[in-house]
Each structure stands twice: as C-alpha cells, then as structure tokens.
C-alpha cells in the first residue's frame, strides 16, 4: 500500500465540480499501472487494465468532496458561498478555512458570533468569509466566484492504526480502487479492470453515470463509506452493526447483486479477511444507485469503508480496513477469466 499516494490524494481540495485536483494526482500516482487512462469532459478519470478482455468490471468512487463555492463578495470584502454537497453547517462558523483558486490557495475564517451559534436555521447561505479583505476589489485580486472553499484541515494518524483527515468519503475510495487495480495487476488478473474516479456524487452523480454509460460493463464494485454504528447514539435497527477495525462493508440492498455478495463473502472467507454486513431499504446514495440502471442494466456489489463522523472536517478510518478493502477486491477481480 503506497500511504504518499493516499496523503497526497488527501491533501487535495476537490470540492463536487471542482475535482480537478485530486484526478491529477491519480493520473501521475496510476500512469505506471494502468494500460489506458481515459478521460472525459466533466473530469471523471478512469484507469484500465486490460482493455483487451472481453470481461469488463468496473471499479467506482467518487473523487469529489463536500465543500462550498464562492457565490458573491461584499463590498467589504467578505465571501458569500452557496453549499455544494450535504455539509454540516455548524461545523464551519470560527473555524479556518481554505480556498482553492487557480494559482494558489487563500486562507481565511467563517465569521462567528455568539448569536450565529444559536441560529438553528444556519447554513451556509449565512456564512461570511473573511479572507483580511477590506474591500470586493481587494478580495477579486485573490479569489474568484466559483472557487472552492473547504475547511483548512490536517491528516493525523491515531492510536491502534486509526486516522483522521477531511473528506475520507470518498477519497479514500478512490485510492482503494486505484491500489486494488494495481495490487490485482501484481497478481495476474486476466479481466478487464476499469477503475472509475468519479465526479459529482456529492451533487448529481452525474459521473457515475457518464462512466457507466461508456465503460459499459459486465458487473461494478463500488466503493464508498459506510457509517459506523459504535460512536455516539447511533441506530442499528436500520442499517446494522458496523464497527471501525471490523474490515470491508457489504450491501444487503435491492440493489446488490446476490450471486456478488456471495462471491465476495467467499473471497473473504478464502483470505481471512473479515467482512460485516449492512441493510439498506432501497437506494443506497452512492455511485451505484446510477450504475446500476445504466444501460440495459449492470450488476452491482458494493464493498464499504466503515467512517466514523462522515461530513465533519474530522472523519476517522481504520488502515486496517482500507487494506482489506484493497485485498478482497484485488482477489474479486483475479477470479474473472479475461
């Protein structure tokens, strides 16, 4: 497991729309692995092995995280954005933020009183950033309308192998898939593997679709996280016991493929890797909620990242989760002919 890939891809800001960052990482990171990398005109990047092989599997996450976009600037300097993707409003007021332009990145602060705190309506319509600006002009000359803003977070590693950065959903599904086409490449898969880092989940899912649409494949493995159930005052009588540590999720959802999930429980019986089990009534609100309907139709099998705290600037994974992820699906994909 290369652990600068996964920092580096971590260190990006890649807001829904604005991934533009983050794919360039995994085009230099892939550019030795893959066959092909293809690309297409919203910014999804995928990259091949195979592209010989009649069996076409496609691997899925998304690149792009929750965030904001600068909407408007005030007279007096301040920022107004407009949400992109399901932040948390109160996460943002007195926090430090940074903002993604095209020549660098600018630092500043979400306004925050004591009265904003009890503003139970708060979103992010109600932010002001302030960047130092005293005035519109003096903020124009460092942003732009449409840059991103995210909180300016950090990577920290934990005890017992846990870690915490922003924007693990899904990231770092994104470096699951890319170090499981690699890992299986290693291993002699014969299959045709695509491995899809999507756009716009967090808004639209539009890249999904896009990539579905012309890798057309035979079956999917999506990969995205999962909400764990062993913090707080979370439930379990919908969704299941999920635990950080307890190794990759399976979907018992309409949507998943039956013979898949068998498929995959037996890859990770054959491994000692241990899988839990989650329940998802209808949709799942990932990837695979379009893939699936692409086409005539396409299989899908969901393998999730149990994330403790997901959309906080401090969500937490477990390193021995992410390498069984990478390992099972590895093995999935070694056990298709090509």
Known sequence: MNERFLEDILSEISVSGLEEPVQEVVKTYMKDYSDEIREDDIGDVICVLNPESTRRIMLSAHADEIGAVISNVKENGRLQVVNRGGIIPFTYPGQQIQIRTKEKTV?????????????????AKH????????????????????????PDTHIRRMMNGRFTARALDDRLGVFIIMEALRRAKEKGCKAGVYAASTVGEETTKNGAYWCAARIKPDLAVVVDVTYCSDYGDQGTAEA???ILGGGPVLCN????????????????????????????GAFTHTDGDLIHFSGQGVPVVFVSIP????????????????????????????????
């Open 107 to 123: 630092y500043g602060v979400v306004e925050a009183t004591r009265e904003s705190f009890g503003n139970k309506e708060l979103a």
């Open 127 to 150: 932010f002001l950033v302030d960047i130092g600006a005293s005035t519109k002009e003096e903020a124009l000359s460092q942003v732009a309308l449409g840059d991103a803003v995210v």
């Open 240 to 242: 299941g016991t999920v």
């Open 253 to 280: 959802s309409p949507i998943a493929a039956k013979k898949l999930n068998d498929r995959m429980k037996a890859g990770a019986y054959g491994r000692g890797i241990p899988v839990q089990i989650e329940a998802a």
């Open 307 to 338: 994330l403790r705290y997901m959309h906080t600037p401090a969500e937490v994974a477990d390193m021995r989760d992410v390498e069984n992820c990478i390992e099972l699906i590895a093995e999935f994909l070694c056990g298709y002919e090509g």
